[in-house]
């Protein structure tokens, strides 16, 4: 941790919480892109991230506006204590949220609070500021339609990085755009929902309280199987959850087909961040039709 970043963040949380407080720094683990740390003060206990202005231009920025939507649509989210960047190098603090064990009653929860979000609609699909999934730009141009959407901010710009980094060859050129020509036909016909965006078991935490406080957000307007689709794309939910869901807030029939192809977008993102690895599971789906 630089030494001199750490004591503009002490002395910022000082002066806002008015205290002369001595703080004590535990790096953890938990992230891939940023560098994290818990942060216990004479009174309180906090998360922070750290990251660079070279990756996030803007520095957390777009989180904070991502947990501030959600905040809006009613979703449990930390307190956002400060963000900010110092020396080019970029910094967000939040609440310290202790993570309890994930019980029947949790998942439960955890249904109807996301049942509440997706519920909570807009006229088109997109949101008016391009934000970020992982570390890669994300584009939320709105659309009518979510799959003209899908096609032009989500997969064809992450293709297209895909290629121009010599991940993928001209034969999955061709393989995507006839997906492309397929996906009209292949997402039910919603309203857009508000969502999550990337909600992966890691992107949640069991509250005391017994329910789910969101985190890392990738929010946009968009089709409410995005977020379904992800809880299943690393290791998947509770049955619980996807019964309560179900229960509140019906899918159309056949999810478990179509699934696959809202895991395109992450699975891209994923060959373009870390590399060939994921380039088998993606060919499996462009393969599919």
């Not at 609609?121 to 949101?127: A, W």
């Not at 992107?203 to 968009?222: L, M, Q, R, T, W």
């Not at 809202?262 to 060959?271: A, N, W």
Request: glycine share 6%; with cysteine; net charge neutral.
């Amino acid at each position: 941790m630089d030494s001199n970043l750490k004591d503009f963040i002490e002395n910022s949380l000082n002066k806002q919480l008015q205290t002369k407080s001595n703080f004590n720094w535990k790096a953890i683990g938990g992230g891939s892109i940023n560098n994290t740390y818990q942060v216990l003060s004479n009174t309180h206990l906090f998360f922070v991230k750290v990251n660079t202005t070279t990756v996030f231009e803007n520095g957390f920025k777009e989180e904070v506006l991502g947990l501030q939507f959600l905040n809006k649509h009613k979703a449990l989210i930390p307190n956002i204590i400060l963000d900010g960047t110092f020396q080019n190098q970029a910094y967000l603090v939040l609440e310290w949220i202790e993570s309890k064990k994930e019980t029947p009653k949790f998942w439960e929860n955890f249904a109807m609070q996301l049942v509440n979000l997706h519920q909570q609609k807009s006229d088109k699909f997109g949101l008016d500021y391009a934000n970020f999934m992982g570390q890669l730009s994300q584009k939320n141009t709105y659309f009518n339609k979510f799959s003209d959407f899908y096609i032009e901010n989500r997969l064809k710009p992450q293709v297209k990085l895909a290629f121009d980094s010599n991940k993928i060859e001209k034969k999955h050129l061709k393989q995507f755009e006839g997906l492309y020509t397929k996906i009209p036909q292949i997402f039910p016909v919603e309203k857009p929902s508000a969502i999550h965006g990337d909600l992966w078991n890691g992107n949640f935490i069991c509250s005391e309280s017994e329910k789910a406080v969101f985190i890392d957000p990738a929010v946009y307007y968009g089709h409410r199987e995005v977020d379904i689709a992800m809880t299943q794309l690393f290791g998947g939910f509770s049955e619980k959850f996807y019964k309560t869901y179900n229960e509140i807030y019906p899918l159309e029939p056949c999810f478990n087909l179509r699934n696959n192809f809202y895991h395109l977008y992450p699975l891209l993102i994923h060959l373009n961040t870390f590399g060939k690895s994921y380039l088998e599971s993606i060919e499996n789906i462009i393969t599919e039709f």
